[in-house]
């Protein structure tokens, strides 16, 4: 790839290669695209072999591919992509025919665009990709991401969760017997399920009735995100650190899943406003275990910045990134959905974003202030520091600002006592 500058990147129009050995394809996708050829470069290729010819003569953002063609297929095309292009976007176009070839691309493929394909859909996720790609494009990301390497593993406890969700008579005891394996995770379960947030009038005991109050999609939610969290004591990360980001991100996932079912938000939508809310500190314990130096450092002066001042700038100083830039960053190439990505990369700032809707970034992003508020103050009031009111007013004409702040005293009483 090229070594430009961050401001030659910035000056250059966002490239995006659309690969399909159908002539009709590739006129469609011209015909969709046309009023954007003075924003975004646009190019086309007609074979795995073409495309992979035109990326090494071109610094592409994103890669959109067709499945099934002839000689290179979609798999292979977008495993050299990874192995030769690792910082490109892989977005694979496929229909139900292609099933099989959709989940052997799960290794190599970030996102998925199904046939017959939408044009706003596709509109949508080339907007929000080149948003996020906008932020972390500069050599100091990628330097970043690289000297951090692979992101922790799926642990077994939650592929095996997954394995026994597929089965069609799968019960929830049977799901709360999986959980009980690991003594850990069971009494996180049951720590949660206990807490004032819940309001239950009896204590519960076992794990199998934690996980019918739960629900399975919490629960995936929960052991994904606490094994992930727990992969960085390999990386001497403080205990206590690690206990206190995940406590706090669970209260702001709970709170943005509650935030965003209330404002009416699909099912999916406010799964997708937990699972980010619970990685919005990913970026700080990657930080803390592969740049201990640049987190001590952002610590220590952020203790002086003035309450609800975010250390945004700090951390850009100090590290080059924000850190929850760095977690968003590694999300992606994680293949976690494109609404969690976007919310974990844009709830200081979510203005940033090209998200002109309430959407899962904007319940992470009043939930994250408004826990901060409580664990500062313990209560609300309506000077909420680090608040995008003009944000909100653009997405939603309103705040439920009342609203809002009941919900998160209820998951605040007592602070002790929540997750």
Known sequence: MRDVTLEQQLEEKQKVLFVDDEPGIIEGFKRILRRYRDQW???????????????????????????????????????????????????????????????????????????????????????????????????????????????????????????????????????????????????????????????????VLSPADAASILGIDTIKQLVLVIKVFESFKDKKVD???????????????????????????????????????????????????????????????????PAGDRANELEEFVLGCRFNLLGAYLLGIWSLPDQVTEAVAFYTQPSESKSREFSPLTAVHVAEVLVNQIDKNGEVDEDLAGLDADYLQYVSGKTGFNEWAEEAMKLFEPAAETI
């Open 239 to 305: 205990g206590s650190l690690i206990s206190g980001y995940l406590d706090k991100s669970q209260r702001i996932a709970l709170l943005a899943k509650k935030i965003a079912m209330r404002e009416g938000l699909s099912k999916g939508q406010c799964d997708s406003a937990q699972l980010a809310g619970s990685m919005i500190y990913l970026g700080n314990l990657i930080v803390a275990g592969h740049f201990p130096e640049e987190f001590d450092q952002v610590n220590g002066l952020a203790v002086d910045l």
């Open 41 to 203: 470069e646009l190019d086309f290729a007609h074979s795995g072999d073409h495309a992979m010819d035109m990326l090494a003569q071109k610094d592409y953002d994103i890669v959109i591919s067709d499945m099934r063609m002839p000689g290179m297929h979609g798999v292979e095309l977008l495993e050299r992509i990874k192995e030769n292009f690792p910082e490109v976007l892989r977005i694979v176009v496929s229909g139900h025919a292609d099933m099989e070839l959709v989940l052997e691309s799960t290794r190599v493929a970030h996102q998925f665009i199904a046939k017959p394909v939408d044009s706003d859909v596709l509109l949508g996720k080339i907007e929000r990709s080149l948003a996020l790609r906008m932020l972390l494009r500069d050599k100091k990301m990628r330097e970043l991401a690289a000297s951090v390497g692979k992101m922790p593993t799926l642990p077994g406890i939650y592929e095996e969760l997954v394995a026994c969700i597929r089965e069609d008579r799968v019960s929830l005891s049977e799901i709360g017997n999986i959980v009980a394996k690991d003594p850990a995770m069971s009494a996180k379960m049951l720590q949660m399920v206990n807490s004032a947030f819940f309001g239950l009038a009896r204590e």
